[in-house]
């Protein structure tokens, strides 16, 4: 609990989209409003060409922050190439590297405590008060065990974060740091960007920019618990909060309500995989009416 003499952490809500999620984001800025903490600031993260569909979004608590103002000014998206970003420095980078370059680049822009990295195909379907899962001024760290074997490319991704850190790459890949609503102090991911770039021994958007397989979930996941250790600011948390729906099926509205009926208690979101191609309008039909 925070004492009266401590300074409360401010917390912010970080979301990556683009035009194709538009009406999904839609959702999840309406859920913020209606369930999120009020003190709980809201920053979508779009293309420049897109800012126009997400300029209805603002507002007080939601702001949107331009991918072209926050990543370095040798990446560089090309008319008409959809699937890559073109760079004066490495080959051409995956929009997928290039999401994750986004979210490790925000904490540089935001003076925020705490960042709550939320996908557009999220909503909110209960109070949520981040603060209400501090503990002694520590923050959730999302962590689940007996992953071994279960998520595919996960070694892969765990190695790769290990040779960016400069840390031994552990013998047994047991743990999955990927989720929804993921804590990362702000502090701390400033701390990884200066150790990146000692390691590699340049900036480390340009160490990430030319990889194939990479996760910033798992590579935050790594540096908090085995370079910071107890003075990473979190507590381990392994209670999944998001009720989560992966495959890419689309559900029809019979299927959403069954899907509602698994909510309980420690749920606080839904997400419904954009890549099921799911009716947003049976979405709100079934979780927001």
């Known amino acids: 609990m925070t004492t009266p003499t ?13 035009r194709l999620d538009v009406d999904r984001c839609a959702l999840l800025v309406e859920s913020v409003e209606r369930w999120a903490a009020p003190y709980l ?28 103002d926050i990543v370095p000014n040798w990446l560089v998206r090309i008319p008409g190439v959809r699937r890559f970003w073109f760079s004066f420095q490495t080959r051409p980078v995956k929009n997928w590297i290039l999401q994750q370059i986004v979210k490790l680049s925000v904490p540089s822009v935001v003076d925020d405590d705490v960042l709550l990295c939320t996908d557009s195909d999220v909503f909110f379907v209960a109070p949520y008060d981040p603060r ?23 070694d892969h991704y765990h190695a790769v974060g290990s040779r ?13 740091y990927v989720g929804n609503a993921i804590c990362w102090r702000r502090d701390n991911v400033l701390e990884m960007h200066r150790r990146l770039e000692r390691v590699a021994n340049r900036k480390w958007e340009r160490t990430i920019a030319p990889l194939s ?7 935050y996941g790594l540096y908090a618990t085995q370079v910071l250790g107890e003075a990473s600011g979190h507590w381990l948390d392994g209670t999944i909060r998001t009720l989560n729906y992966w ?7 019979a299927e959403l309500q069954q899907l509602k009926a698994r909510l309980s208690p420690e749920y606080h979101s839904v997400m419904v995989s954009a890549k099921s191609r799911t009716s947003v309008a049976d979405i709100r039909k079934v979780f927001f009416q």
Do not use: W
């Open 6 to 18: 401590e300074k409360q952490l401010s917390y912010a809500l970080v979301t990556p989209s683009f």
């Open 41 to 68: 600031q809201h920053y979508l993260v779009v293309d420049r060409r897109d800012v126009p569909m997400f300029k209805p979004f603002e507002s007080a608590r939601t702001r949107i922050l331009i991918v072209e």
């Open 132 to 154: 209400a899962y501090e503990r002694d001024g520590e923050v959730p760290l999302f962590i689940e065990t007996g992953q071994q074997g279960k998520i595919a490319n996960n």
């Open 164 to 176: 960016l850190l400069g840390i031994p790459a552990e013998a047994v890949c047991d743990t999955n």
């Open 213 to 219: 397989g990479f996760s910033e979930y798992v590579l």
């Open 247 to 253: 495959p890419p099926v689309p559900l029809d509205v």
